[in-house]
């Protein structure tokens, strides 16, 4: 495994990858070199065959703090060209995040803020405390949430997006929820126990089956309907069907037993 200076990845017997923001000390705020780390970690996990569920989340007290201080200076001396190299490397993250064929979940407590946002909002799910804080902020030192907002627009819709980007208001774990940023939230002192849920749920289905259904709603989108996609859906059923996995997941069903990535008998 990579020995990395600003994350770090473990990859468990059941095929979890835990992908930690692991700066605590600077509230796991993004400068390019944690870009750097996290894009060739999503490649590593893109490439290991092992890995059925990605958990993206940040140690300490927060999930992330958004763009680290020195990072910033740095910019400021940047010219037109340095700063559209910078842009570059956040967007081709994001994009990898958001493009992994493996199922994301995302955990967040403390703040998650500017960047820190965009990563919730490029994962399939996430989760989160309460007591969590997020907040759209670049407008409040003259920038704008860019390379973030197709897929903060994904996730909570183009007013709400609008709002908290113009607005740069702070907003809680409940609010999250209700924008669709998270899919639950719970009291800090329950989240490990649900997280370990969620997780123990998803290890339930099929990983290839995850990994064709993420692969599926991707395509669809927002569920404009189109001679194309009729046809993308159909062949997609009959791929799945005609499956290792799908052959072995109708089998046990129709045999009353456990699938073979349950342990069951293959």
Not at 33 to 44: K, N, P
Not at 135 to 140: F, N
């Amino acid at each position: 495994m990579t020995d990395f200076q600003n994350i770090q990845l473990d990859i468990d017997e059941r095929g979890v990858a835990s992908l930690w923001l692991n700066r605590p000390d600077k509230n796991n705020a993004f400068n390019a070199a944690t870009i750097a780390e996290l894009i060739q970690a999503l490649d590593a996990v893109a490439a290991d065959p092992r890995v059925r569920l990605l958990v993206l989340r940040g140690r300490g007290k927060h999930f992330c703090g958004g763009a680290d201080l020195a990072w910033m200076q740095e910019a400021v001396q940047l010219d037109y060209a340095g700063n559209l190299a910078d842009a570059q490397q956040l967007a081709e993250l994001l994009h990898q995040l958001h493009q992994l064929k493996t199922p994301t979940l995302a955990v967040v407590q403390g703040a998650a803020f500017g960047g820190g946002v965009g990563l919730v909002a490029c994962c399939d799910m996430a989760l989160g405390s309460e007591a969590a804080q997020f907040c759209l902020s670049e407008v409040r030192i003259g920038l704008i949430p860019a390379t973030i907002g197709p897929f903060v627009t994904k996730a909570i819709g183009q007013r709400a997006a609008t709002r908290y980007a113009m607005t740069a208001e702070r907003f809680g774990g409940a609010r999250a929820r209700e924008l669709g940023l998270l899919d639950e939230c719970y009291a800090a002192d329950q989240l490990e126990a649900k997280v370990a849920d969620w997780i123990a749920n998803l290890l339930q289905n099929s990983p290839a089956a995850l990994v064709a259904c993420k692969a599926l709603f991707q395509e669809i989108g927002s569920g404009e309907l189109s001679p194309n996609l009729r046809r993308y859906t159909e062949a997609a059923i009959a791929r799945i069907r005609i499956s290792a996995e799908g052959q072995e997941g109708l089998r046990a069903f129709l045999e009353k037993r456990t699938p073979a990535w349950q342990g069951g008998n293959r």
